[in-house]
């Protein structure tokens, strides 16, 4: 299959659900497959090293190289049907070098001595070409060498060493709950990748990372024939940086919501969600059309993340704000004229946001970006003001940083690694407040659970979110569900409506697992943690239409 | 050399076919050469050449199937990933939707291939930077681009006698060039299967000249306005119907084309009868390859006639459960246009807007297929026949169901994402609120 097919995942609304003919990359093999381990550290270092002599040979002046295994296996089912099950590896190198001033990359799966000196080659090859459309140098912010290091997710149950009939036992179970309790169609899935990453580069670092990732969800509808009508409700799992543990749904992991079903921490219980998400689904049906108007919004962390995500994520990204993806995802307003005044209100006093790479089971979490550089965590946004970007190696500089922020990725060896976010995370606050107790202090709200339909324009000012579940708030109470609802904002207006935060106790990731930037498009996974949080007048519209 | 011959092709495909033991067995190979040059700031920034073969295999025992994949075509590799999916097919569960292999099929002779794609080289896309990035330097504006470029072939093969063979190449480009005061932003793309139609520096003029028109937009109240959409950004909503036609979710009541009380709207009048869209696989400026994803030949095939949904999309296994005869995907979708040009319908429009294209665009509700996205890259105000003044970039919330009710007009066909598509002239198109974003 072509790189694109795969790319097309990342451009989904996050809530459609991913036909099961869409396949992994790389070649599909047994799922014994994905248990065996790959090369030995020893003999990727050899072969690392062959890169390095050979790039410097030609005349590199610097080169990093990545021996990339990556394992994915996705489980597809419908009602009583498995609909597919795929299992793939991808294996390789990718080598990427500074000549003359200017980057050049090459990517080769032909792992051997000769094969990788030859990619080295090229890519010096590469650079030396386009060194003549470079007006200024590539200049690195420098990094230790860390020497010989490894980092692995710190999984408890290795989710591709799990039986494959265990798993799809447990989605078939999953969509018997929906279909016992009133779903009329149901697809469940299973997404598991294991990245086995060995990088080495000129600096002295040789740094070997597993790195595991989970997501399951689901889609559940509701059908109502006589009248014509439909609605669908999605699971409310996160993906994460975890083990098959993941789906052990303890009892320690369920939160129960101010709308009387449970949320979850940090383990899922799939069956028990699909059972609400049928009956949520037929509840839908006939829910309250909204009226349209200003409402405090009561926002879950399943929902509030991918706000987080758009319009703080992204507009983020120093490449972004550099004009690097005016072509395609955009340019940004958060301008470095914005950054550099110190004065910038993102949003309320109450906003605290911070990037990082090493939150326990995140998506981001890692010991080391794709350049080498040791992951970490800094602020982006300090009492509603804007602090910082997130930059890379060749970025550092522009915003006089001394060194990257560790937020460097590429999604397969055979991509080249550039600026991707990290975690974006809400703190929460610190005072103690739970969901229940910021509900009863909104007079008109409505109170919005799970991902639902996105759009932001190309510098992330206006925005329109939509969400799987939505209850009116009146007098402090929940007084009953709503449908055909979406709100309207700007940015920076809708950040500075922030009125209050629930405690650490709340706190739970939102992810997003094909996250898709750059041309050709790169897939990446990110968290975003919040705890549930309050705007205070928000434009509500009412998405209903007669056809 | 990725391009195998049909012969050699055909070898192949033969070999592997020969190796399996399982009831049911198909082949596929596909390879071939991707380009890409990407610049922006005015700069080069990533280029790169991919060539890349795959063959796949699927074996099928019962209603039990499994697939393999590997990138050497050696005797041995063949055999092993022959065995390999034959492992994986006996061990999976059995899938009752199951519709056995196709016998030998009568496919058209394509013409996807054209030889000017296919003797593109690093030195064509550096060619193609240069004739975008000098324009645009030379009148202090920044170009942002991107080039992607296609050549391969695929083909596909059955223990029951299919064979097919196919071609394939394409290129596609787009520019967004900006002022350098970031107040002004333009785009073009086009995409061909014949790169000697792609003439880089005329896509970056117009994308160039619509950076200069747009700059200081004015704040215009959204609402209801009459909207002339270039064909890019009718493309932008339209394809959402064209792809939306599924026949197994009209049937199973979740889709815009599920009939209240049960059944579709297949037959129905849905949209204004200057309406008709159809797939050709032959037609000259959008061919298609051959076959469709279930392996039967594609064939000419009217969606929409008059405003009549006229076809769905028929998968093998629902038709079969359905007692009518399959409907593949197309390639591509012709809506049929008109005579008029853009300047004809600004000239005939007393207060209007006219998009250059749309973004973001995501579903907001499945069941109307109301969608929300936001205008970009040149938007400017109509008024008495003539083009005012540029504007600030609006949300829409809209549904192409009704936008093809509220037809004014429709204009020259143009390609666009391997579709043929109109300028569109709508009335009452919905935008509900400002964006600041240029």
């Known amino acids: 299959m072509k790189r694109r097919d795969f790319i097309h995942l990342s451009g989904l609304g996050l809530g459609a659900m991913i036909t099961p003919g869409v396949l992994a990359m790389g070649n599909t093999v047994t799922a014994e497959q994905l248990t065996i381990p790959g090369l030995e550290n020893a003999a990727k270092k050899n072969l690392a090293d062959v890169a390095l002599n050979a790039a410097k040979a030609k005349g590199a002046s610097y080169t990093d190289v990545r021996i990339g295994r990556y394992l994915q296996q996705f489980l597809f089912t419908r009602e009583k049907n498995v609909e597919n099950i795929t299992n793939a590896e991808s294996f390789g190198v990718g080598i990427r070098v500074i000549a003359d001033g200017t980057w050049g990359f090459a990517a080769t799966s032909d792992v051997t001595p000769d094969g990788i000196k030859a990619c080295a080659e090229t890519a010096v090859a590469i650079a030396k070409a386009n060194a003549r459309l470079q007006s200024e140098p590539v200049v690195l912010a420098p990094v230790p060498g860390y020497g010989e290091v490894t980092w692995n997710t710190p999984i408890q149950k290795n989710a591709l060493a799990v039986p494959v009939k265990e798993k799809i036992d447990l989605l078939l179970s999953v969509n018997n709950a929906a279909l016992d309790n009133g779903a009329a169609f149901v697809n469940s899935n299973l997404f598991m990748i294991n990245e086995q990453k060995y990088f080495a580069s000129t600096d002295g670092s040789y740094i070997d990372q597993d790195i595991h990732r989970i997501w399951p969800t689901f889609n559940v509808t509701a059908v109502n024939k006589a009248e014509g009508n439909f609605r669908s409700r999605q699971a409310l799992s996160a993906p994460m940086g975890m083990g098959y543990e993941y789906m052990d749904g303890l009892a320690k992991d369920k939160l129960a919501n101010p709308a009387g079903f449970n949320s979850y921490k940090n383990s899922y219980d799939m069956v028990e969600d699909a059972v609400a998400a049928a009956k949520h689904s037929k509840e839908k049906l006939t829910a309250k059309s909204v009226l349209p108007g200003k409402y405090d919004l009561v926002l879950d962390p399943d929902h509030l993340g991918l706000t987080i995500h758009e319009s703080v994520g992204h507009p983020l990204e120093l490449d972004r704000v550099l004009g690097y993806e005016a072509n395609y995802a955009g340019t940004s307003f958060a301008t470095l004229d914005k950054w550099k005044a110190g004065d910038f209100k993102y949003g309320s006093d109450k906003v605290n946001i911070v990037a990082d790479k090493t939150q326990p089971l995140s998506l981001g979490n890692t010991g080391y970006d794709d350049e080498g550089v040791k992951c970490k965590e800094w602020d982006l946004i300090k009492n509603g003001v804007l602090v910082n970007y997130q930059a890379i190696r060749d970025q550092a500089k522009i915003i006089n940083e001394s060194e990257s922020h560790g937020c460097c990725f590429a999604d397969n060896w055979s991509s080249v690694q550039f600026q991707r976010m990290p975690n974006v995370s809400l703190k929460p606050g610190t005072e103690k407040l739970s969901a229940a107790d910021m509900v009863k202090g909104v007079e008109k709200g409505v109170y919005i659970i799970g991902r639902g339909s996105y759009s932001i324009d190309q510098q992330r000012y206006n925005f329109q979110f939509g969400g799987q579940l939505f209850y009116e708030i009146k007098n402090g109470e929940i007084v009953g569900m709503l449908e055909d609802v979406a709100y309207q904002s700007n940015t920076q207006e809708f950040w500075n409506s922030c009125a209050q935060i629930c405690d650490k106790d709340d706190y739970r990731f939102f992810g997003s697992f094909f996250d898709g930037k750059g041309q050709p498009s790169q897939s990446s996974a990110v968290s975003h943690g919040s705890s549930t949080t309050r705007f205070d007048g928000v434009n509500v519209i009412n998405t209903g239409r007669k056809i | ?438």
């Open chain 2, 1 to 438: 050399m990725a391009i195998l011959t049909k012969e050699e092709a055909k070898q192949i495909i033969d070999k592997v076919l020969s190796y399996a033991k399982a009831d049911e067995t198909a082949v596929s190979i596909s390879g071939g050469r991707t380009g890409n040059i990407r610049y922006a700031r005015n700069t080069v920034n990533t280029s790169g050449e991919t060539n890349e073969i795959t063959l796949n295999i699927t074996s099928v025992y019962g209603k039990r199937s499994g697939s393999a994949s590997v990138n050497e075509l050696d005797d041995e590799s063949l055999r092993r990933a022959v065995v390999r999916a034959e492992e994986i097919a006996q061990l999976a569960p059995e899938n009752p939707e199951y519709m056995p292999m196709l016998g030998p099929q009568q496919y058209i002779e394509s013409k996807t291939f054209v030889e000017s794609t296919n003797k593109i080289n690093p030195d064509y896309r550096a060619q193609v930077a240069h004739d975008s990035i000098k324009p645009s330097g030379e009148k202090n504006l920044t170009a942002a681009g991107y080039l992607e470029d296609f050549s391969g072939f695929s083909a596909m093969g059955n223990s029951k006698g299919m064979f097919g063979y196919n071609k394939s190449t394409s290129v596609d480009f787009s520019v967004t060039v900006r002022t350098a005061d970031g107040t002004g932003s333009g785009y073009s793309s086009r995409d061909f299967n014949d790169a000697s139609l792609l003439n880089s520096r005329e896509v970056t003029t117009l994308a160039m000249q619509k950076a200069q028109a747009s700059v200081n937009a004015q704040a215009i109240e959204p609402g209801k306005y009459t909207v002339i959409l270039e064909p890019t950004a009718a493309f932008d909503l339209m394809r959402l119907l064209t792809s939306g036609m599924d026949a197994r979710s009209a049937d199973e009541g979740r889709s815009f084309l599920s009939k209240k009380g049960g059944g579709t709207r297949l037959g129905e009048k849905l949209f204004d009868e200057r309406v008709n869209i159809y797939s050709d696989p032959t037609h000259p400026e959008i061919p298609s390859a051959p076959w469709t994803n279930e392996g039967f030949p594609r064939e000419k095939t009217t969606w929409v006639e008059k405003g009549v949904v006229k076809n769905m999309f028929y998968s093998r296994y629902w038709a079969s459960k359905q007692g009518v005869t399959p409907v593949g995907r197309p390639g591509g979708v012709i809506i049929e246009g008109g005579d008029q040009s853009i300047a004809d319908m600004i000239k005939s429009t007393e207060r209007g807007v006219l998009v250059t294209r749309f973004w973001y665009i995501r579903a907001v509700d499945p069941q109307t297929l109301l969608y929300t996205g936001l205008t970009r890259d040149g938007t400017f105000y109509i008024e008495d026949g003539q083009i005012k003044f540029p504007v600030k970039n609006f949300r829409f919330n809209e549904s192409p169901i009704i936008m093809l009710n509220n037809i004014e007009a429709l204009g020259k066909l143009q390609r666009v994402g391997g579709n043929m598509i109109p300028a569109m002239k709508i009335r009452d198109f919905t935008f509900t609120s400002l964006s600041d974003a240029v």
